[in-house]
Nanobody, 115 residues
Framework: EVQLVESGGGLVHPGGSLRLSCAAS????????MSWVRQAPGKGLEWISL????????RYADSVKGRFTISRDNAKNTLYLQMDSLKPEDTATYYC????????WGQGTQVTVSS
């Protein structure tokens, strides 16, 4: 059974940091490109970052470039998202998913940025 379990969300003040994790099982994580996707309240899904299987190719949406850092540990089957300089508009539920098919999704972790 494929499982993606996100964790690390929470409430943080503007300018603060959080580190999200996504623990993967049931598929070949080390061979899979992975993405982070978020959904703000009342809005659609927004792709924010991609990391290729080997970690050598990384992409970011303009909205998070320079503030967020995606990484992975294939030995631990875990994907990470380091989020710095958080803004209120980063408030959303954050999901990890396999790319490019996006047929495996986690349950999401809530990030709220508020003073």
């Amino acid at each position: 059974e494929v499982q993606l379990v996100e964790s690390g969300g929470g409430l943080v003040h503007p300018g603060g940091s959080l580190r999200l994790s996504c623990a993967a099982s049931g598929f070949s994580f080390s061979s899979s490109s992975m993405s982070w996707v978020r959904q703000a309240p009342g809005k659609g899904l927004e792709w924010i970052s991609l990391i290729m299987a080997g970690g050598g190719t990384i992409r970011y949406a303009d909205s998070v470039k320079g503030r967020f850092t995606i990484s992975r540990d294939n030995a631990k089957n875990t994907l990470y998202l380091q989020m710095d300089s958080l803004k209120p508009e980063d408030t959303a539920t954050y999901y990890c998913a396999n790319a490019p098919r996006y047929d495996y999704w986690g349950q999401g972790t809530q990030v709220t940025v508020s003073s």
